[in-house]
């Protein structure tokens, strides 16, 4: 399996103001001939720094889309 992310912050926090950012990610399997799986998806963060702690709330979606493919035997005879 392989894939990333990227973040972008939208509002850089400040002691004052939260920060809000953006992250988009994908991933894919890999090295199976008979199964694809592919995921991505997106969310929006907002956090908070209150001395040492940092509250966060995110809010996303995500996707998956998977394809299995089942060989026949080779003799199918019965």
Request: glycine letters at 14%; hydrophobic letters at 40%.
């Amino acid at each position: 399996m392989w894939g990333g992310s990227l973040d972008v912050p939208l509002i850089g926090g400040s002691f004052a103001t939260p920060a809000l950012s953006l992250r988009g990610a994908y991933s894919q399997l890999g090295g199976i001939d008979e199964y694809d799986l592919k995921t991505y998806g997106v969310e929006l963060f907002l956090a908070k720094g209150f001395g040492p702690f940092m509250p966060y709330a995110a809010v996303g979606r995500a996707r998956s889309d998977a394809e299995a493919r089942i060989p026949l035997p080779d003799d199918t005879t019965l």
